[in-house]
């Protein structure tokens, strides 16, 4: 068990690897297993939303940066608003 940062209820824990390295280790100790489903099915929407190619760096950048603000381990980006 583990609280859940995203939908802070006490839940079951990602019960696979979510990623390599320091960022599963976080994942999976802070992110229930419910809102990581969420989550991947999010970022199919994303995916096709934004036409990503996963293949480009930057793309997968920017997914990891969705991810992070969708599972609240980033905060969101500021909103810039064009006043005129």
Do not use: Y
Request: charged share 20%; with cysteine.
């Amino acid at each position: 068990m583990i609280h859940c940062i995203r939908c802070e209820k006490d839940a079951e824990a990602i019960i696979a690897m979510p990623h390599g390295g320091a960022l599963g280790e976080t994942l999976k100790a802070k992110v229930c297993g419910l809102c990581w489903a969420e989550w991947n099915k999010e970022s199919v929407k994303i995916i096709n939303e934004h036409r990503l190619n996963l293949s480009d760096p930057s793309a997968r950048a920017f997914l990891s940066t969705q991810m992070k603000i969708f599972l609240k381990l980033a905060p969101p980006a500021p909103l810039s608003i064009a006043l005129s």
